[in-house]
Protein backbone atom coordinates (compact mmCIF):
# COMPACT_ATOMS: atom_id res chain seq x y z
CA UNK A 1 0.00 0.00 0.00
CA UNK A 2 2.70 2.18 0.67
CA UNK A 3 4.66 1.76 -2.86
CA UNK A 4 1.41 2.81 -4.14
CA UNK A 5 0.79 6.08 -2.46
CA UNK A 6 4.13 6.89 -3.37
CA UNK A 7 3.97 5.67 -6.65
CA UNK A 8 1.04 8.40 -6.88
CA UNK A 9 2.38 11.10 -4.62
CA UNK A 10 5.28 10.83 -7.06
CA UNK A 11 3.69 10.88 -10.20
CA UNK A 12 1.53 14.22 -9.16
CA UNK A 13 4.54 15.56 -8.33
CA UNK A 14 6.40 14.74 -11.47
CA UNK A 15 3.16 16.07 -13.36
CA UNK A 16 3.03 19.70 -11.31
CA UNK A 17 7.05 19.90 -12.43
CA UNK A 18 6.83 19.28 -16.04
CA UNK A 19 3.96 21.72 -16.53
CA UNK A 20 4.84 24.13 -17.52
CA UNK A 21 2.90 27.03 -19.39
CA UNK A 22 3.39 27.77 -22.50
CA UNK A 23 4.98 31.09 -23.51
CA UNK A 24 2.92 33.82 -25.86
CA UNK A 25 4.56 34.95 -29.19
CA UNK A 26 5.45 38.38 -27.39
CA UNK A 27 7.26 36.71 -24.65
CA UNK A 28 9.47 34.47 -26.70
CA UNK A 29 9.89 37.60 -29.27
CA UNK A 30 10.64 39.47 -26.09
CA UNK A 31 13.23 37.48 -24.37
CA UNK A 32 15.25 36.86 -28.06
CA UNK A 33 15.45 40.31 -28.04
CA UNK A 34 16.34 40.93 -24.68
CA UNK A 35 19.79 39.10 -25.30
CA UNK A 36 21.51 41.87 -27.83
CA UNK A 37 19.20 44.98 -27.53
CA UNK A 38 20.61 48.14 -25.56
CA UNK A 39 19.97 48.07 -21.70
CA UNK A 40 19.71 51.84 -22.20
CA UNK A 41 17.45 51.70 -25.45
CA UNK A 42 15.12 54.41 -25.65
CA UNK A 43 12.03 53.37 -27.84
CA UNK A 44 10.15 56.51 -27.54
CA UNK A 45 6.52 54.06 -27.17
CA UNK A 46 7.50 52.08 -30.37
CA UNK A 47 7.86 48.83 -29.00
CA UNK A 48 8.43 46.49 -31.73
CA UNK A 49 11.07 43.86 -31.57
CA UNK A 50 14.33 44.91 -34.05
CA UNK A 51 15.54 41.76 -36.02
CA UNK A 52 19.34 42.79 -35.57
CA UNK A 53 22.08 41.48 -33.92
CA UNK A 54 24.15 44.57 -34.34
CA UNK A 55 23.06 46.38 -30.71
CA UNK A 56 23.95 50.05 -31.96
CA UNK A 57 20.58 49.42 -34.92
CA UNK A 58 18.07 49.29 -31.97
CA UNK A 59 18.00 52.49 -30.68
CA UNK A 60 19.01 53.71 -34.67
CA UNK A 61 15.47 52.06 -35.67
CA UNK A 62 13.71 53.75 -32.73
CA UNK A 63 15.63 57.27 -33.21
CA UNK A 64 13.85 56.48 -36.92
CA UNK A 65 10.31 55.62 -35.78
CA UNK A 66 10.37 58.87 -33.62
CA UNK A 67 11.47 61.28 -36.73
CA UNK A 68 9.01 59.75 -38.99
CA UNK A 69 5.94 59.42 -36.55
CA UNK A 70 6.84 63.09 -35.10
CA UNK A 71 7.60 64.88 -38.46
CA UNK A 72 10.99 65.22 -37.60
CA UNK A 73 14.41 66.48 -40.10
CA UNK A 74 13.81 64.39 -43.36
CA UNK A 75 17.60 64.61 -44.41
CA UNK A 76 18.20 63.24 -40.80
CA UNK A 77 15.95 60.64 -40.89
CA UNK A 78 17.28 58.99 -44.39
CA UNK A 79 21.14 59.62 -43.38
CA UNK A 80 19.99 57.11 -40.35
CA UNK A 81 18.16 54.48 -41.97
CA UNK A 82 21.49 54.57 -44.71
CA UNK A 83 23.33 53.92 -41.29
CA UNK A 84 21.31 51.36 -39.86
CA UNK A 85 21.80 49.56 -43.74
CA UNK A 86 25.44 50.27 -43.42
CA UNK A 87 25.56 48.61 -40.13
CA UNK A 88 23.07 45.92 -41.11
CA UNK A 89 22.15 45.16 -44.29
CA UNK A 90 20.41 42.42 -43.75
CA UNK A 91 17.68 43.93 -41.48
CA UNK A 92 14.55 44.13 -43.09
CA UNK A 93 12.77 46.75 -41.55
CA UNK A 94 15.64 49.38 -42.45
CA UNK A 95 14.77 49.42 -46.24
CA UNK A 96 10.96 49.65 -45.23
CA UNK A 97 12.05 52.24 -43.30
CA UNK A 98 14.20 53.61 -45.99
CA UNK A 99 11.25 53.72 -48.52
CA UNK A 100 8.83 56.18 -46.39
CA UNK A 101 10.13 58.86 -48.22
CA UNK A 102 11.08 57.70 -51.64
CA UNK A 103 9.40 59.29 -54.14
CA UNK A 104 10.60 57.51 -57.46
CA UNK A 105 7.99 54.72 -57.93
CA UNK A 106 10.69 51.95 -58.90
CA UNK A 107 13.32 52.83 -56.31
CA UNK A 108 10.27 52.50 -53.67
CA UNK A 109 9.28 49.06 -55.15
CA UNK A 110 13.14 47.69 -55.35
CA UNK A 111 13.36 49.01 -51.63
CA UNK A 112 9.46 47.29 -50.66
CA UNK A 113 10.99 43.90 -52.40
CA UNK A 114 14.29 44.24 -50.23
CA UNK A 115 12.64 44.47 -47.20
CA UNK A 116 10.00 41.65 -47.97
CA UNK A 117 12.41 38.95 -49.34
CA UNK A 118 14.97 39.78 -45.92
CA UNK A 119 11.59 39.66 -44.01
CA UNK A 120 10.95 36.21 -44.82
CA UNK A 121 13.97 34.97 -43.19
CA UNK A 122 13.01 36.72 -40.27
CA UNK A 123 12.54 34.51 -36.88
CA UNK A 124 10.78 37.67 -35.44
CA UNK A 125 7.01 36.93 -36.53
CA UNK A 126 5.71 40.51 -35.45
CA UNK A 127 8.64 42.29 -37.70
CA UNK A 128 8.51 39.87 -40.53
CA UNK A 129 4.42 40.82 -39.99
CA UNK A 130 4.83 44.21 -39.74
CA UNK A 131 7.24 44.50 -43.12
CA UNK A 132 4.75 41.57 -45.38
CA UNK A 133 1.54 44.22 -44.12
CA UNK A 134 3.82 46.96 -45.72
CA UNK A 135 4.74 45.38 -48.59
CA UNK A 136 1.29 44.04 -49.48
CA UNK A 137 -0.67 47.02 -48.66
CA UNK A 138 1.91 49.55 -50.73
CA UNK A 139 3.15 47.18 -53.28
CA UNK A 140 0.47 44.41 -54.16
CA UNK A 141 -2.38 46.43 -53.03
CA UNK A 142 -3.61 43.13 -51.16
CA UNK A 143 -5.68 45.27 -48.20
CA UNK A 144 -7.18 42.21 -46.93
CA UNK A 145 -3.74 40.32 -46.64
CA UNK A 146 -1.83 43.12 -45.47
CA UNK A 147 -4.83 43.94 -42.69
CA UNK A 148 -4.46 40.35 -41.85
CA UNK A 149 -0.24 40.60 -41.29
CA UNK A 150 -1.40 44.29 -38.92
CA UNK A 151 -3.71 42.25 -37.20
CA UNK A 152 -0.63 39.63 -36.40
CA UNK A 153 1.28 42.88 -34.83
CA UNK A 154 -0.89 44.35 -33.29
CA UNK A 155 -2.34 40.73 -31.05
CA UNK A 156 1.14 40.39 -30.07
CA UNK A 157 1.75 44.41 -29.63
CA UNK A 158 -1.63 45.50 -28.63
CA UNK A 159 0.32 48.85 -26.92
CA UNK A 160 2.38 49.27 -29.68
CA UNK A 161 2.11 52.61 -31.11
CA UNK A 162 3.63 51.74 -34.39
CA UNK A 163 1.36 48.37 -34.84
CA UNK A 164 -1.92 50.35 -34.31
Known sequence: ????????????????????????????????TKNYQPKSLNNYGFVLPVGSKVPEVH?????????????RNKEKYEQTADKIIQLDS??????LMKSFYETDTLAYKRLMTKAFELSKKNDLI???SMVQADYYLLIEKNYKKAQEYFQKVVDIYPDSAIAI
Open 126 to 128: SER
Open 90 to 95: TYATAY
Open 1 to 32: MFHIKYTIVLAIFLTTVSCKTQKTQRELEFEA
Open 59 to 71: QLANDLQADFFFY
